[in-house]
């Protein structure tokens, strides 16, 4: 917020005082109101951040859009589909653009292995497997994050992120999705107040035949792991993003494309994701580009996505999307 050309910040919009008062510490010259609604009132205002609970994104983003604000959501875009076209629907209806700040495509490792598809070094890409295992500390968290209804649940939270890099890197044409979600770490027999998933395994079939599996688990005992594997028909590639303090975590890309059968690691430049989608974000809007850097539309195609793994999950079969 502080870093891009050609923004500054007029006014942060935070209910909770004691946050206000650690952030009035770094931002002094900033106007903090309780509402959001009073600072989208504020005509010098062009474009809004909103770092809400899932649950808001919709009653909110299209307050902004309303009152012709250009929106820079959190992911995921809304709760559900419809609610995300919605939004989207509200946003052209007003001339403004809202992009879902879907980030994996920022990071740079994330980035070597889309250039590395996309060159056919390895050869064509087969498979996938895409994985996020995390710990899981659920009583430290905001209630609405264990609530499925306001958008809680490691689907919204982390499989959004998994769906969306598998989308950019092989292409959103996925023809059928099969998953196995459920509460299973925490389960709801012995934790009433939780009523969302922890858990889930996808598996993805795209059009030109190419496949992959999704895994994430929120453990309360396990190893973390965030990344992703790629096997194509002349070597394989992985990546990994460090998340936590915890040994053997890095950021890095390896290959194995020799006999020899060995990884070897690639020099990739560590970036900051964040602020770079968050510039690319501004350019767009100062050049009036057609679309958004992560393209509008996107964000739905990802809840469409999430919404029949669940729906796959429910009903024990595989979904056709068309």
């Known amino acids: 917020v502080k870093n891009p050309p050609g923004t500054h910040l ?28 009073e600072a989208i009132r504020n005509s010098e205002i062009e474009m809004v951040i909103g770092t809400l609970p899932h649950w808001l994104h919709m009653e909110a983003g299209i307050a902004a859009v309303r009152e012709g604000k250009h929106v820079y959501m959190e992911k995921p875009l809304a ?7 919605s939004m989207l629907e509200a946003a052209k209806r007003n001339n403004v653009k809202l992009m879902t700040a879907h980030t994996q495509r920022y990071f740079s490792v994330v980035r070597f292995i889309k250039e590395l598809v996309n060159s056919n070094r390895l050869g064509s890409i087969l498979m996938v497997h895409d994985m996020w295992h995390k710990p899981y500390q659920p009583y430290n968290r905001p209630s609405w994050m264990l609530d499925r ?23 959103n044409n996925i023809s059928s999705v099969s998953a196995q979600v459920g509460q299973y770490t925490y389960p709801k027999e012995t934790n009433p107040k939780i009523s969302c998933d922890d858990t889930g395994m996808y598996f993805f079939r795209w059009e030109n035949g190419v496949v992959a599996t999704v895994t994430r688990m929120a453990w309360s005992k396990g190893a973390t792991e965030y990344g992703a594997d790629f096997f194509f028909t002349g070597g394989m590639a992985k990546f990994r993003i460090a998340y936590g303090e915890g040994p053997g975590q890095e950021t890095a890309v390896y290959l194995a494309e020799k006999e020899a059968g060995t990884w070897e690691k690639q020099v990739v430049e560590i970036n900051n994701p964040m602020l770079d989608e968050f510039r690319d974000f501004v350019k767009s809007l100062e050049s009036d580009d057609e679309d958004t850097p992560v393209p509008q539309e996107h964000g739905l195609t990802v809840l469409k996505i999430l919404e029949a793994t669940e729906k796959s999950s429910e009903l024990g079969q595989e979904i056709i999307l068309k």
């Not at 709760?79 to 076209?85: F, L, P």
């Open 10 to 37: 007029v006014s942060i919009a935070e209910p909770n005082q004691d946050v206000v008062q650690e952030l009035k510490k770094e931002n002094p010259d900033i106007e903090f109101v309780k509402d959001y609604r």
């Open 149 to 171: 209804s306001k958008g809680g649940g490691m689907g919204q939270m982390d499989g959004s992120h998994q769906i969306d890099r598998l989308l950019w890197i092989l292409g």
């Open 79 to 85: 709760v559900n589909y419809k609610q995300g076209k």
